[in-house]
């Protein structure tokens, strides 16, 4: 059994307990991971602290911290196999996709490298003749990064990469539904020559670790990425130190297609949105709205898709569709289907686990029109998708903002005017227009009600990292007048 260990200060150490990390593939133990409690929380937080306030890594220059940055992308793309391996181990995501994101993952700190000497303050024409007065973009100080077990090294690179390149330390808490990969990439921040204590990578569970971590009196800011629910408690945590906080939540995002749509081209899109990754995805496009006259001939297509879709090891580069992460997420899956069914929702295709080893689940479609199915507004995070129809453009419009989520949707026509009414009209914080689960480091990520707030990616993320000061210099060499009155 593997053996993994926190990374503290600049340096590798068990956790005050140990626990067993699941082969979701397998359902049997493979790896013995730290856990981490409060004492090591404080532990790490204090060596963040020592870092940004003692240590050499706030007397470094902007181009010297973007440099450390391009050595941690280098480091990254040579050993992405490795840690693609690692992570379809741990979290059962196919190798075929955590080969290609890591490699790109590279990318992320790369274009954050580029970024670190190009966050610029401003000079301001300030309304008082004796006075000189400019903003300077520090450091927002030391941040608490809560990474969930879905395409970690990709959801920690956008908090990661541009908080350094900002000049802040953190301390990052993988999940402990499958830390491996970030336990491992610890090694790389080691070998890249940060500072000690710049990063510090922990696992552990959400009451004794992420509860100490979030509310740590020293903590300035917590970028989490999760579920509402336990963002409700991260926030409610926060009012302890007063920390800012970034969100990036869960969806239900609205996929559109359009009669004139390119059929096959949209059904590969929605198989990629809702499919791909076992459709543990924040961005899936978890809810089909099909124009009424094409919806049987398009539910035709993607049934067949669904069921010629390879389910089988995640390690194997034919395998398309893996397993469920954990075993309380194929439970959960399995009773919001049940109670989709008891409300009215057809099956389509799919509906059943795998039986035999494993959190395997059948990619699986749910027709809802004329039914109110859970379906339609609780987050499966797995391979389900649920259907509706529609007549008009602004019914379509209606059924895609009928939810309390905003996070992503996607649009399908080759009508240009259409495609522009709707990218404004669609409240959500990314649209994909003839395309879907595109990203990219330079574009932002996240969305509006509650799939959360703040960016991920692009220069707004490194500003977020960021808090301004204003610098007031008098240039006049004459007394300060009266003393009771304001300048």
């Known amino acids: 059994m593997q053996r993994f260990q926190s990374y503290i200060g600049g340096e590798f150490s068990d956790g005050e307990a140990r626990f067993e990390s699941i082969d979701p593939a397998t359902g049997a133990a493979w790896a013995e991971m730290p856990e981490a409690r409060e004492a090591d929380v404080d532990r790490a937080v204090e060596a963040a602290h020592n ?12 181009t010297q911290r973007g440099k450390l940055l391009y050595k941690l992308g280098d480091l990254v793309a040579e050993n992405a196999q490795k840690l693609a391996e690692l992570e379809t181990r741990d979290t059962g995501k196919i190798i075929r996709e955590t080969s290609a994101q890591i490699a790109y993952v590279a990318e992320y700190y790369r274009y954050y490298a580029g970024i670190a000497d190009k966050i610029e303050g401003s000079y301001l024409p300030i309304d008082k003749p004796d006075m000189d007065v400019w903003l300077r973009r520090e450091p927002i100080g030391i941040v608490a990064m809560v990474v969930p077990w879905n395409s970690q090294l990709f959801l920690s690179a956008v908090k990661i990469g541009p908080a350094l390149a900002a000049g802040c330390t953190m301390v990052v808490k993988a999940s402990e539904d499958g830390p491996a990969p970030l336990l491992e990439f610890a090694r790389l921040i080691d070998q ?39 963002a409700r408690h991260v926030v409610r945590n926060s009012a302890e130190n007063l920390a800012s906080t970034s969100l990036e939540l869960g969806g239900k995002s609205p996929f559109i297609v359009f009669a004139d749509a390119d059929l096959e081209s949209a059904a590969n899109a929605q198989v990629a949105g809702i499919f791909a990754a076992t459709g543990q995805s924040c961005v899936a496009g978890s809810r089909l709205i099909v124009e009424k006259s094409v919806k049987d001939h398009f539910l035709e297509i993607l049934k067949a898709k669904a069921e010629a879709v390879r389910i089988g090891s995640p390690l194997d580069m034919a395998t398309e569709v893996g397993p469920l992460a954990t075993r309380r997420q194929r439970d959960h899956i ?6 989709s069914l008891a409300a009215g929702a057809k099956l389509i295709t799919g509906g059943n686990a795998l039986e035999g080893a494993g959190y395997y689940y ?75 689960r595109a990203v990219s480091p330079i574009a932002p990520f996240g969305g509006f009600g509650l799939s959360g707030h703040g960016r991920e990616g692009g220069m707004a993320a490194a ?19 009266d003393p009771f009155v304001m300048r």
């Open 51 to 62: 870092a940004l306030y003692e240590g050499p890594w706030s007397k470094l220059t902007a």
């Open 192 to 230: 890249a020559g940060f500072p000690a204590g710049v990063v510090n990578i922990i696992t552990g569970f959400g009451p004794s670790c992420g509860a100490a971590l979030s509310r740590h009196p020293k903590v300035d800011h917590i970028a989490f990425t999760g579920g509402p629910e336990t």
């Open 334 to 339: 399995e009773a919001l289907v049940a109670r």
């Open 362 to 436: 059948r990619p699986s479609i749910l027709d809802c029109d004329g039914s109110a199915s859970p379906s339609l507004e609780e987050e499966f995070f797995g391979p389900v998708l649920s259907v509706l129809s529609f007549e008009t453009e602004a019914e379509a419009l209606a059924l895609a903002n009928n939810s309390s989520y905003g996070l992503a949707a996607g649009v399908f026509t080759q009508n240009l005017t259409r495609a522009h009414r709707l990218m404004k009209g669609i409240r959500a914080g990314i649209v994909w227009v003839n395309t879907y």
């Open 463 to 481: 500003l977020d990292y960021t808090r301004t000061k204003t610098v007031w210099l008098r240039t006049s060499d004459e007394p300060i007048p």
